[in-house]
């Protein structure tokens, strides 16, 4: 066990919509980064945020967005859903960036 | 884009043998990381070797890193079920960003 928590665990939804993903970090960490791993694949980098500001982006588009809050936990959103955005979506927390502890991953399914 | 490319993409063992999975990357790094993935879960941090350093050991796990040739291996020796699950190789170039491969899927046998 990491001390990352995220929720929900699954989640079903439509093309067009909107979702927001949430995680919560090991305690003492700073950072956040999120990942998607789509089926088969290694993980992709989406961004990270550190102390509540972002501080690195992936190659993904500006529908997808995120939030870091004062208590160092954090949000993804992702608007106007397409089918490729089904994938388990992993955030990591860290401590200025070192060593990043997984969490168990949301997976998404859009149909 | 994924910088590490594991090899074999696949690797089917019995339980006691050792297993060897590879690693190459394209671009200079600070280190690369090993993770353990079951069942499509969570990833589970099992080793990191600075590019300064050629060998390091953990337990069961040891890995090599050649900077020269851009490739690292992970051996599990002495393998049991419960190692079954996916291996990605993960490298850290800047500040933040880790690239992962598409990793290597072990199964060992009973």
């Known amino acids: 066990e990491t001390g990352v928590t995220q929720s929900p665990t699954h989640l079903i939804k439509t093309r067009g919509q909107q979702v927001t993903l949430r995680c919560s970090s090991q305690?003492?960490?700073?950072?956040v980064s999120w990942y998607q791993q789509a089926l088969g694949q290694g993980p992709q980098f989406i961004f990270q945020?550190?102390?509540?500001?972002?501080?690195g982006r992936g190659n993904f588009p500006p529908r997808f967005s995120g939030l870091q809050f004062p208590n160092y936990s954090s949000e993804l959103n992702v608007n106007a859903l397409e089918l490729d955005d089904s994938a388990l979506y992993l955030c990591a927390s860290s401590l200025d960036s070192l060593e990043q502890y997984f969490g168990p991953g949301t997976r998404l399914t859009v149909t | 884009s994924q910088q590490g490319e594991e090899d074999p993409q696949a690797l089917s063992i019995q339980e006691g043998e050792n297993a060897t999975m590879n690693c190459s990357y394209k671009?200079?790094?600070?280190?690369l990381q090993w993770y353990r993935q079951n069942s499509g879960r969570g990833l589970v941090h099992l080793i990191l070797?600075?590019?300064?350093?050629r060998e390091k050991h953990s337990g069961r796990l040891r890995v090599t890193l050649d900077t020269s040739k851009k490739s690292s291996s992970l051996l599990i020796t002495a393998s049991r079920a419960a190692d079954t699950a996916s291996y990605f190789c993960?490298?850290?170039?800047?500040?933040?960003?880790?690239?992962f491969g598409k990793g290597t899927k072990l199964s060992v046998i009973p």
């Open positions: 070797i600075r590019s300064n350093e």
């Open positions: 671009t200079s790094i600070n280190n």
């Open positions: 993960a490298t850290r170039r800047g500040s933040y960003q880790l690239t």
């Open positions: 945020y550190y102390r509540e500001e972002e501080n």
């Open positions: 305690s003492g960490h700073n950072t």
